[in-house]
Antibody, heavy 123, light 110 residues
């Protein structure tokens, strides 16, 4: 059974940094592209970033490009999201999601989801 | 910037049929956008329903179907049940690895 467990969320001041992690199990992590998707309180879902299975290709939403960095450690079955220069509008539940394939293409979709970790940006 | 549009809310009677749509603020949705659909109940993680326009994810009942209707992607629920009351989101592929969620549709079954 696929399991994705996010961690690292919490309360952080504007301008601060945070590193989110997602521990994966139940599948061969190194074979699949992975994603971060977020949801602000009471709002809809927003795709944040994707990383290919090898980690060689990364993609970002315009709203986070330059401030967020997605990475993965295939030896530890872990997906990461480094978030810098945090803003109030980054307050959200951050979900880790697995794609159904390793490369990144139009056919990719979010096959499995974690339960999310809450990031709150406030002074 | 292209926006993915969905009806903010919709209601359906138990046992009825409802079609939710997913469009673009500029242009038409086609199979090349590989539309996918996700269901989310409050406080829960999303659940994958449909991918690549019309393929049901594992375990999803055949009451849920996806299609292209005119210039939009569509999710049709036939024989609506009380536990179908959820938020529904579409995702479109915009090229270059970029995916965009629609704003979501809150479906009420009453």
């Amino acid at each position: 059974e696929v399991q994705l467990v996010e961690s690292g969320g919490g309360l952080v001041q504007p301008g601060g940094s945070l590193r989110l992690s997602c521990a994966a199990s139940g599948f061969t992590f190194s074979n699949y592209a992975m994603n971060w998707v977020r949801q602000a309180p009471g709002k809809g879902l927003e795709w944040v970033s994707t990383i290919s299975a090898s980690g060689g290709s990364t993609y970002y939403a315009d709203s986070v490009r330059g401030r967020f960095t997605i990475s993965r450690d295939n030896s530890k079955n872990t997906l990461n999201l480094q978030i810098n220069s945090l803003r109030a509008e980054d307050t959200a539940v951050y979900y880790c999601a697995k794609d159904q394939r390793g490369g990144v293409a139009g056919t990719n979709y979010f096959e499995s989801w974690g339960q999310g970790t809450l990031v709150t940006v406030s002074s | 910037q292209t926006v993915v549009t969905q009806e903010p809310s919709f209601s359906v009677s138990p046992g009825g049929t409802v079609t939710l749509t997913c469009g673009l603020s500029s242009g038409s949705v086609s199979t090349s956008h590989y539309p996918s659909w996700y269901q989310q109940t409050p406080g829960q993680a999303p659940r994958t329903l449909i991918y690549s326009t019309n393929t049901r994810s594992s375990g999803v009942p055949d009451r849920f179907s996806g299609s292209i209707l005119g210039n939009k992607a569509a999710l049709t629920i036939t024989g609506a049940q009380a536990d179908d009351e959820s938020d529904y989101y579409c995702v479109l592929y915009m090229g270059s690895g970029i995916r965009v969620f629609g704003g979501g549709t809150k479906l009420t079954v009453l």
